[in-house]
């Protein structure tokens, strides 16, 4: 699919369950292989990625299903901070068990 990078600027993205996730505010291009890589997002909603106080995401282009009006991708479960940190406690103990 070819695409003019410029038309991608501040385009909103949505989940292909209808979740606003956020606009884009830049483009990552792989010079090398001349593909997109990444799209630079902002304006998070916190119900799509918790960013904490960070400004925004990267979202990998392979994630993107289509682009239009706006820019469709595939839908990524939530996972808060306090889940992560939870599930590496749980991991080390496990690992730590393992090991006796």
Sequence with gaps: ???ELSSLYGQDIYTDRGVYVGKIEDVNVDI???????????NINPNAFDVGNKKG????????IAIGDIVLIKHVKRKSRREKSENK???E???AEERK
Excluded at 57 to 64: D, G, L, N, S, T
């Design 32 to 42: 090398k292989g001349r593909r997109i890589s990444g799209l630079a997002v902002t």
């Design 57 to 64: 995401v990267i979202i990998p282009y392979r994630w993107v």
């Design 1 to 3: 699919m070819e695409i």
């Design 93 to 95: 103990g496990e690992r």
């Design 89 to 91: 406690e749980e991991g």
